[in-house]
């Protein structure tokens, strides 16, 4: 698909024009959503899209919505939910752009954004990845820029500290809190809802870990690109909205499990093997603090809507906190 630019951007090189930049996109029952991110595709300018959409089973409409309404788009469609990774991955056997890009189907990609993020990496050799700022639909920022967890960063994370005191740079460290995202950065790693890489990086990288169903891919993937001398930054010109975790509303419970198991996977994978016991006890001790609080606030609210909604995150900690035995 061939779009045209309206507007040079004169801080990076001219794209070439047979540069093309395959959008992966992976999909779960956000058919209002994704036909949305699709469109916001189509506000981008001289640039050669090859984008795809990857269809993990959806109960709605999404696949008939893409057939009927963007005949330009590849789609794959799965008989099962196979997760994030081998999704992508499915279509990193199949696709050939010169640059990848990452877009979760509950994003819309602010006009001139893709562009920015393909002439950032032209511009620095070193680079092997490049993210956008990502925003909330309201335009509250998004935290989307990460440090390597370890173990002070789970314990930090799991005991609410870094809640606590967002703007100290040792207790926001792992979400980076402390810093405004206004300006050019190199980061240890970003999210997957949006995330541009070259084609050179991803094939001395290799794809995503196919062991990790959803979550921490893009933390092991970046993991796996630092060891390997690639750089990876933050460019806040490029903008992103994410409504955040469509496809997982409807089972918290779930979700919390599948951050936990693939963390637990990269922690295994990247050195911590013989420490899981510590990284285990800090997880279930903040587990059960958020069962003791959550238990508290769902006893002293009276209001019969509110204390559904205290029930249910009671619920949804003492599942997460149950799995692990």
Not at 36 to 50: A, M, N, W
Not at 136 to 154: A, E, G
Not at 265 to 280: E, P, S, V
Request: proline fraction near 3%; aromatic fraction near 14%.
């Amino acid at each position: 698909m061939v779009i045209v630019l309206k507007k040079e951007i004169p801080k990076y090189p001219k794209i070439k024009r047979d540069e093309k930049i395959s959008v992966i996109i992976v999909s779960y029952n956000v058919v209002n959503l994704l036909e949305k991110c699709l469109k916001s595709l189509t506000y981008e300018t001289k640039l050669l899209l090859d984008i795809w959409v990857v269809d993990n089973n959806s109960g709605d409409e999404s696949v008939n919505m893409v057939k009927e309404k963007f005949e330009q788009v590849n789609l794959i469609e799965n008989k099962e939910n196979v997760g994030f990774a081998c999704a992508v991955n499915k279509v990193l056997k199949l696709c050939d752009g010169d640059y990848i890009f990452f877009i979760n189907p509950d994003a819309i990609i602010k006009k001139n954004s893709i562009e920015k993020l393909v002439d950032f990496l032209r511009s620095n050799p070193e680079a092997g990845a490049v993210a956008p700022k990502i925003l909330y639909p309201d335009n509250s920022l998004q935290l989307s820029c990460r440090t390597f967890p370890n173990i002070t960063t789970q314990f930090l994370e799991s005991s609410y500290l870094f809640k606590l005191f967002p703007k100290s740079r040792f207790f926001g460290q792992y979400f980076m809190s402390w810093w405004d995202h206004n300006s050019l950065k190199e980061i240890d790693w970003a999210s997957g809802s949006a995330l541009m890489i070259k084609i050179e990086t991803l094939d001395e990288v290799g794809f995503l870990d196919k062991e990790m169903f959803m979550y921490s891919e893009d933390t092991d993937w970046c993991y796996r690109c630092w060891k390997k001398g690639w750089k990876i930054y933050y460019l806040p010109e490029a903008n992103v909205i994410h409504y955040d975790a469509q496809s997982a509303k409807n089972s918290e419970a779930n979700r919390l499990i599948q951050v936990l198991e693939s963390r637990y996977h990269f922690f295994r994978k990247h050195g911590y093997k013989n420490r899981m016991y510590i990284i285990k006890a800090i997880v279930l001790s903040g587990l059960l603090g958020r069962i003791i609080i959550s238990f508290l606030a769902w006893l002293l609210t009276f209001s019969k809507e509110r204390k559904i909604v205290k029930f249910e995150n009671l619920k949804n900690f003492y599942q997460a906190f149950l799995w692990h035995f």
